[in-house]
């Protein structure tokens, strides 16, 4: 009405609010508001009543027995010939879906960029091994070459390298 308060709720509304048509008049629609919106609820539309802009919202309410929805306001001054404020016209569309959907989303793009980076790091590091490891093992079988036969105890010790190296190797 021009007071700003709400004189007709159609039964979509209703639905969506989780109350009858006489729970929603005035202010009772109020109380289905989350407590940490209501604050900017109240004055985005008490800034709207002053300045007779549209008043347009995205806020969460409860329904009584129901899940948290998102909801997206948007209501304008009837004016007058005079120009004063006869009354309000709004409607409210549940987001609730769209605001899922964008998260899905965004949690995708977050878990496709983690398994990208982790691919990205598997192959630098599977690069960085093999290099040095190359060299470890051909220079360990060369060292094995050498020595077959002439020392026993240096033999034992390349041993070890060049199984440590393929160890790591298969890795």
Do not use: K
Not at 38 to 64: H, I, K, L
């Amino acid at each position: 009405n021009a007071d700003g308060l709400c004189d007709y709720t159609n039964p979509a509304w209703q639905a969506l609010y989780g109350l009858s048509a006489e729970e929603s008049l005035g202010t009772g629609w109020a109380r289905t508001l989350l407590p940490e919106d209501r604050d900017a609820v109240f004055a985005g539309w008490q800034r709207s009543m002053v300045t007779r802009e549209p008043f347009e919202m995205e806020f969460r309410v409860q329904p009584p027995n129901g899940p948290v929805r998102r909801v997206w306001s948007q209501a304008r001054p009837i004016l007058g010939p005079d120009g004063s404020v006869r009354a309000h016209v709004g409607a409210v569309v549940d987001v609730t879906q769209a605001h899922e959907l964008a998260e899905a989303r965004q949690a995708q793009v977050v878990a496709e960029e983690s398994g990208r980076r982790q691919r990205a790091f598997l192959s630098r590091v599977s690069h960085e091994l093999r290099t040095p490891l190359n060299a470890i093992l051909g220079f360990g079988s060369l060292l094995q070459h050498d020595l077959a036969g002439r020392d026993a105890r240096s033999e034992g010790y390349v041993q070890h390298v060049v199984d440590a190296g393929r160890h790591m190797l298969s890795l």
